[in-house]
């Protein structure tokens, strides 16, 4: 069974390389050129279209759409709930990452009407942001979580069940759930915290594997664990983080199944 | 007559680095970093002034104007114009980097305004978004472009005719004409299209060029050898895009007359 | 005396890893996530909000904030005026980087809103942007100042005393005083201004330094002393611009308080 999993997991690369997705991202500019670089070296084609009077059309061109709340302005939150009504319409996954939704409670308002617009197939934040998204209280600080993960898991299937959507909340173990099926992984690096952007990253390949596979808690569960395989290899070729930001883009470029499989500390839930 | 060619175009790096041309950038924030790094690994100096009440002034100060159009926002897209019609007025070089054009037809109409209230010298863009604009069609997918090349100096010369101006073709063959005079370049490496940003780079070198020299052309055919014999170099130091893209502006960098005369592939048409 | 001032000095050093303080930016697209990402390493938590609704809360989240006014687009300089408002009022630091401010006027009025109703802490800018507010002429283009330094401690005790705040001009030599007590710092690397952004990323280590430190002029010749001592070993490792940008953010990383008594070129005045 679990090889099983393992197995649709690992293809998911594969689907990703052989289709290219174009992944549309809304995406805050700290780390907007780190997302469209691994996205690239994912497989992906990344397009960074925010404009408003723009993304409602551009949507349909797109595998995926992937929304990133960190620092969005105005124009660009408009887009962003616009742009999910269009991936409503035209049946394109959406993944969320609700960036700093615990510290700045305005965020709540955006996902909400994204919810009520648009729609949301994915949600991927740091086990803070999840565990204040079902309710519970977390210890944050700024955009970053200092949570051990403790009942993340439980949290992460009450908010799948409350947004009916796939759930991941990501930290020293990253947890995954669509509701029925779950997995916590127990790979990456403590470098991740160490760097910014990880976690926008993160989101971003999250959005170019649902943009290649119709199993959103599948391909979400690639993506983590691509990007944490990569982070390990990465931290191996350089433990200081101005180097290890290069090292990930590298590692990510060469990732295979094999690498991926051999890798893999998840347990199935 | 080609080694006088060569001769021309291989001295516009020392002319830029001689200058230290101000160049003013109205760019998308996806790699607008890469962009000014790139500009001083090249000779020149960056600004990326985009305050619609700053631009017309800024530009008097400027060597050349870099106009891309991947991702404006609306202050930036207003900018652009006004800090056109400063150029026309003041007699700076404006180089148009018309991105994803063809994906987002909403483009056209910032450069024909552009054009109609400013002006522009040299438009570069890649393969499919030169067809578009010359009114071919071409395979193109966001803001990537697939095609082959075929017919692709017709729709320069075509297009150089229609807007008056140097026309740059990028793709695995780069194509660069005035009308009169043209070139096929045919250095570079496969590894520009595994990172993001190397369009909008040379984009803005070519900015600097122009901004050393009065000869717009041979000003264009340096930026864009200097970007692919750069290019070449980083692969060979780096062949993971993570660690290409270190190399590339290191490489840019250490670029000399010579190494451009002893690796350059033109053909002079 | 000299020994005591600079135990001082490296200690902040440890304070800042022992706090993580929370850095709160409003700074421009070019260089945000270099920004971001030397906090990180320095052992800070950057934040990059700049949403007007948004700003006056999270300053109260804060250790420090840090305003640079490289091309900020409307919404950011408004957020910049609210955000010094509510450091002001919750007695948060305030580091600003006057970016531009002699080639683009308009800066003045920013500083001037600010100083009427937030405040400013310290001031840190290259030695033509002090000299420029300070109300004396300097030689400088677009961005950049070429500057030799003379005179540069004169103006930054004058500004000093006019804007009551700690002052700091950079350039071969930096200058820092805080009307009392000033210090010239002269560590470093040529290669700064090979590499966009190294003033910006210097402006945020002093938000940090500030937001670890209630003594803002031994926190900011911290920061100073700090980029400067890393950048000189990034430069050992690498002579080339960007290498040089990824060992730079790998240096600040492995600073230590013995690296920085070692390398200290430092005149007390």
Not at 112 to 125: A, S, Y
Not at 165 to 176: E, L, M, Y
Not at 218 to 233: C, D, F, K, R
Not at 261 to 266: D, P, S, T
Request: charged share 20%.
């Amino acid at each position: 069974m679990n090889n099983i999993n393992l197995d649709k997991v690992t293809k998911i690369l594969s689907e990703v390389r052989n289709k290219i997705p174009l992944v549309h991202c809304i995406t805050n500019y700290v780390t907007i050129n780190d997302c469209a670089n691994i996205l690239l070296s994912y497989g992906a084609s990344p397009a960074m279209c925010e404009a408003y009077d723009e993304v409602f059309d551009f949507v349909k061109l797109s595998s995926a759409l992937y929304i990133n709340l960190g620092t969005l302005n105005k124009e660009q939150e408009q887009a962003a709930v616009l742009a999910s009504t269009s991936a409503k319409i035209h049946d394109i996954p959406v993944v969320l990452d609700p960036v700093a939704c615990a510290a700045v409670p305005k965020k709540i308002q955006v996902i909400n009407r994204i919810l009520q617009v648009g729609k949301i197939d994915v949600i991927k934040g740091n086990i803070g942001e999840i565990k204040f998204l079902a309710g519970q209280s977390s210890n944050v600080k700024g955009v970053d979580s200092f949570d051990t993960g403790e009942g993340a898991l439980e949290c992460c299937i009450a908010l799948s069940q409350k947004y009916k959507c796939t759930v991941a909340a990501t930290g020293k173990k990253d947890f995954i759930t669509d509701g029925k099926r779950s997995a916590v992984i127990e790979n990456g690096t403590e470098m991740f915290t160490k760097v910014t952007g990880s976690g926008c990253m993160l989101g971003a390949l999250c959005g170019a594997a649902c943009g290649a596979s119709e199993d959103k808690f599948t391909a979400t569960v690639n993506a983590i664990l691509s990007m944490n395989i990569a982070g390990e290899e990465a931290f191996k070729a350089a433990n200081t983080p101005g180097s290890f930001r290069v090292k990930l883009i590298d590692c990510i470029y060469q990732l295979s199944e094999e690498k991926l499989k051999e890798g893999a500390k998840i347990v199935w839930k």
